[in-house]
């Protein structure tokens, strides 16, 4: 490879990288995407997390964009999948008849929509996508990147350069690689003021990450993967975090960390897909894990299309606690143990879990590979919840939106908002560090401009999970749609900047250029501000 400029250089095609391109595309500016898995998407494809979890979605707290893509999807399955009519005509179709969402689907789909919404621009010229493609170190002069090196999967190597840099990375790589102020992990109450931070803080405490896989059940059948060499251990595994209960097991910890409820197990259960309730507030003592992130449900298609539902199995019971896969030492080896403990986690399900009707396993349960895009049915990577965090200008703080700390006033309202978000929860799964998770409820929250530039580097954006949160205001800041509307912000931003002359920091601190920027997301469809009276 040679070397190559455009006018934003985005490095990690997860959610907020492709927003971002979009964003930028859509205003008539030259980007060059690369990306280290094979597809476009991070945590809605490679990763298996195909859903989004806002119970508001549909109507409100998303940006025009976001909008109009959760559209394509679901036409997607209207133009070329043999739904029953009752599906074909729902204006809310949720082919996976997930509880968790009001929109689960297959990976796939998502991932050709994405290259739906970008190929004109790559037709064009102006986009260039470079997949399977890694940063490998960053160039500096001062406080500005000068050119990104990156290699391809044949071990090629070239440098890309542009004006304006963003960060997509799901880990947030490039902040260590050009050695932008960053933090990781839990923050001690002192240093953010927070009142549910521990007293201590730990780098290496993050929330647990986990290897997604896709299954479908074939009664009858024996589909039973060899025994994981480690399954003993994992079968055993008593993690502090779970006060007791085994890691391979039913028994888990309700969101405010208590142990009291037994998740159950149907598989296959002939349910009614327009009786499933996507309010988590109303998902009961015992929650069903096989709808839970559902994405094909057969009720949903024609008779004879599915032989099974397929499910993705992203559960508590893999959730791994082991160890951070970045950051320390021994990244590489729990990156590994995270995948293991799916594996004994499947060979569980498929010989010892019980069933309810007082048997044990589902030899039937198949691995799909052609849901997810590799050979052996599980993720091309781990679900990562926690990323390398920027030292902000602004730092978004757990009172800022806690319901309980807002005394009815809703979440804090930024001078310069530059899009909303929300979610059940502040989520925290356990942690690393021994934390059994939990968090408190989080008000309908926008998201500041500064929480997206760094202190100090000046044409460096985070575009993903790396903004300016802390551990416990992450938990809300995560999720696909807020993704989407930070990349959309920063991708909208850069052409700002680049149109105007101006550097990002500028533009907030100028009330002018402040409000032009401002009005200009809004033409673009960027949701600024929540109605007022709604409550979380």
């Not at 205003?27 to 490679?46: D, F, H, K, N, Y």
């Not at 079968?235 to 890691?247: A, H, I, N, T």
């Not at 690393?432 to 000046?458: D, K, M, Q, Y």
């Amino acid at each position: 490879m040679t070397g190559q400029q455009a006018d934003l250089l985005i490095v990690g095609g997860g959610v907020g990288g492709v927003s971002a391109a979009l964003a930028a595309l859509r205003r008539g500016r030259s980007v060059i995407m690369t990306e280290q898995t094979p597809w476009l998407g991070g945590q809605l494809t490679a990763q298996l997390v195909p859903s989004d979890e806002h119970r508001r979605i549909e109507t409100t707290g998303r940006n025009r964009s976001y909008a109009q893509f959760r559209e394509l999807v679901r036409e997607h399955y209207r133009t070329y999948y043999p739904l029953t009519a009752a599906a074909r005509t729902d204006q809310h179709l949720n082919p996976g008849a997930a509880w968790v969402s009001p929109l689960s689907v297959e990976p796939k789909v998502i991932l050709a929509v994405i290259h739906s919404m970008l190929r004109p621009y790559e037709a064009s010229g102006r986009l260039t996508l470079m997949l399977e493609t890694s940063p490998v170190a960053v160039h500096t002069d001062a406080d500005r990147v000068t050119a990104v090196t990156v290699r391809d999967r044949a071990g090629d190597v070239c440098d890309l350069s542009a004006p304006f840099v963003l960060d997509a990375t799901e880990l947030g790589d490039l902040l260590e690689l050009g050695g932008v102020e960053f933090v990781t992990g839990r923050e001690a109450r002192g240093e953010t003021g927070e009142p549910g931070a521990p007293e201590t803080g730990d780098p290496l405490d993050m929330q647990s990450v986990t290897w997604c896989f896709a299954v479908e059940h074939l009664a009858g059948q024996d589909h039973t993967i060899d025994r994981p060499d480690d399954y003993d251990f994992f079968r055993e595994w008593r993690p502090p975090q779970l006060d007791g209960e085994k890691m391979l097991g039913f028994r888990r910890a309700a969101h405010d960390g208590s142990i009291a409820r037994e998740y159950t197990l149907r598989v296959n259960d002939d349910d009614d897909p327009f009786a499933i309730d996507v309010d988590h507030r109303n998902m009961g003592e015992a929650p069903e894990l096989w709808n839970y992130r559902r994405v094909a449900a057969r009720r949903q298609f024609e008779d004879g299309a599915y032989e099974s539902d397929i499910v993705i199995v992203n559960w508590p019971m893999n959730d791994y606690v082991g160890g951070t896969v970045f950051g320390s030492d021994d990244a590489a080896v729990h990156w590994d143990r995270s995948k293991a403990l799916s594996r004994s986690l499947l060979h569980w399900l498929q010989t010892e879990a019980p069933r309810p009707d007082g048997g044990v396993g589902w030899p039937g349960l198949r691995l799909a590979p052609r849901v997810t895009g590799t050979s052996d049915g599980f993720a091309m990577m781990p679900y990562f919840r926690e990323s390398r965090r920027i030292r902000a200008e602004r730092t978004i703080l757990e009172q800022d939106f806690d319901r309980d700390l807002r005394d009815g006033r809703g979440a804090e309202r930024y001078p310069d908002t530059v899009g909303v978000g929300h979610y059940y929860w502040i989520d925290r799964h356990a942690t690393t560090g021994g934390s059994a998770g939990g968090g408190g409820l989080p008000e309908p929250f926008e998201i500041p401009l500064g929480a997206l530039l760094p202190r100090r580097v000046r044409n460096l954006l985070p575009a993903a999970k790396n903004i300016g949160t802390t551990h416990i205001s992450n938990g809300s800041y995560r999720l696909q749609p807020v993704e989407w509307s930070i990349g959309e912000a920063v991708g909208a931003l850069a052409s700002y900047c680049l149109d105007h002359g101006v550097e990002p920091s500028a533009v907030r601190s100028h009330a002018r250029r402040l409000g032009d920027f401002q009005r200009d997301l809004e033409r673009g469809g960027v949701q600024l501000r929540w109605d007022p009276a709604l409550r979380w």
